[in-house]
């Protein structure tokens, strides 16, 4: 959570030494796409993570029906 905070922080400065002030459109774009690619990026992490338990659960159910 820090770590975000910090690269957050630090997009905002960057942004604003662009010459977008933060009461400007621009920077609230900016910052709300970097803000949408980083939800998007959990929300595939936890789908990938779900489909790979989804498929290490039926390896093993699989493996119990065999026996």
Not at 36 to 47: F, H
Request: glycine share 4%; hydrophobic share 40%.
């Amino acid at each position: 959570m820090l770590t975000r905070i910090a690269l957050y922080s630090t997009l905002g400065y960057l942004i604003s030494l662009l010459g977008h002030g933060w009461d400007t459109t621009e920077f609230w774009c900016v910052l709300a796409l970097f803000w949408a690619s980083d939800q998007l990026t959990r929300i595939e992490l936890a789908t990938s993570q779900l489909a790979e338990q989804k498929r290490r659960q039926a390896l093993h159910d699989n493996n119990k029906d065999t026996q």
